[in-house]
């Protein structure tokens, strides 16, 4: 970053809210020691959007517009989420509501995954009407503790969106650059190839932007007109098995849109557990010195992977696993497979 940009920061409480203006991530941090008069370095120093997304380095950082509220935390600690405190709130202002029946000690003991999910039944009786509004000036409630300049809500689900992607890009990135043994120059003009189509494609902002409902699959929303997203079910499923299947509109009101940070973009062939490594052995296997006459300098395991003598990275192949629907599916938290996706396998990646 060349330019001095001005961001807003505050604690894991939320009390003191600061404006910093700073020219990179490294005195973004020195500042807010500062100003927060903290006892400890800049190493010991994380920051993370309202959502829960962290800012991992100075190239991610980059990509923030000004404005952005940063919460800093001590690393290795968690700042709550913009969902976690609307069910807190809630949860406290219908104590009288939610405490009643005979599952009151149920409720209190569950996962944050199935809070929720209860929480979306609390509010389901908000004005749906108001959902077709756009303008800020229009619906300024569903701008509320929104640091952002941001005119309409679909411009807003489209940098949400872009965040999303993003994420998946610099965690990729960073992933590859850790693993040791990979070719350089093949490593970076990927990574560089890799970027250069997300710009292309905007990091693929459309898919929360209502407005963007027609056009190729892999460029347009993923919800219908009005901006009701539908849960496309767990990876390994077609549909939601849920009756009704869960769906929600984020447009349609604030607690609608916080809880939607709730919802998964979800890999069904997992980025770290399964895109990663075929990317990792793609690259090794085009990690092949030729000679002149043609002949295999440094040979691989399968002579057949070889072809003519030099194999290519199924760059497109790689993008559509990391960054589309072909592999994304949205799901309801509920819905949402932590464990291994072990029948559904990545790659090669070698054309």
Not at 106 to 123: H, S
Not at 311 to 319: A, E, H, P, Q, T
Request: aromatic fraction near 10%.
């Amino acid at each position: 970053m060349t330019t001095t940009k001005g961001f807003k920061v505050t604690d894991a409480e939320r009390k003191t809210r600061v404006g910093i203006a700073v020219k990179n991530f490294e005195e973004l941090k020195k500042k807010t020691i500062d100003k927060f008069k903290l006892k400890f370095s800049p190493g010991q120093l994380d920051f993370q959007t309202p959502d829960g997304v962290v800012i991992e380095n100075e190239e991610y950082f980059q990509t923030l517009p000004p404005q952005t509220l940063l919460i800093w935390v001590k690393k290795g600690e968690k700042a709550k989420t913009d969902a976690e405190i609307l069910y807190k709130t809630i949860r406290e202002v219908n104590d009288e509501y939610l405490t009643a029946g005979e599952k009151v000690q149920e409720f209190f003991t569950e996962k944050m995954k199935n809070k929720v999910f209860k929480l979306a039944e609390v509010l389901k009786g908000i004005d749906g009407e108001k959902a077709k509004l756009s303008m800020k000036t229009e619906h300024p409630e569903w701008f509320e503790g929104l640091d952002t300049t941001s005119k309409t809500k679909e411009e807003y689900m489209f940098r949400r969106a872009q965040d999303r992607i993003r994420t998946y890009f610099y965690k990729t990135k960073e992933e590859l650059l850790r693993t040791k043994g990979l070719p350089q120059a093949q490593l970076q003009s990927l990574l560089n190839e890799l970027r250069d189509r997300l710009k292309l494609n905007k990091y693929h902002g459309c898919y929360f932007d209502r407005a963007r409902h027609l056009g190729d699959e892999n460029m347009k929303c993923i919800c219908d007109s009005s901006g009701r997203f539908t849960c496309e079910g767990r990876w390994d499923k077609d549909v939601c098995l849920y009756e009704p299947p869960h769906r929600i509109n984020p447009y349609t009101s604030r607690e609608a849109r916080i809880i939607f940070q709730t919802w998964n973009l979800d890999h069904c062939r997992e980025r770290t557990r399964s895109v990663v490594p075929a990317i990792c052995a793609a690259l090794r296997a085009c990690d092949i010195a030729v000679t002149k006459n043609g002949k295999v300098y440094k040979d691989i395991d399968s002579d057949s992977v070889l072809g003519s003598g030099r194999v290519s990275l199924d760059v497109k192949g790689m993008y559509n696993d990391l960054f589309t629907t072909g592999n994304l599916k949205l799901v309801h938290i509920v819905c949402h497979d932590k464990g291994a996706h072990s029948s559904l396998k990545a790659g090669p990646y070698l054309l």
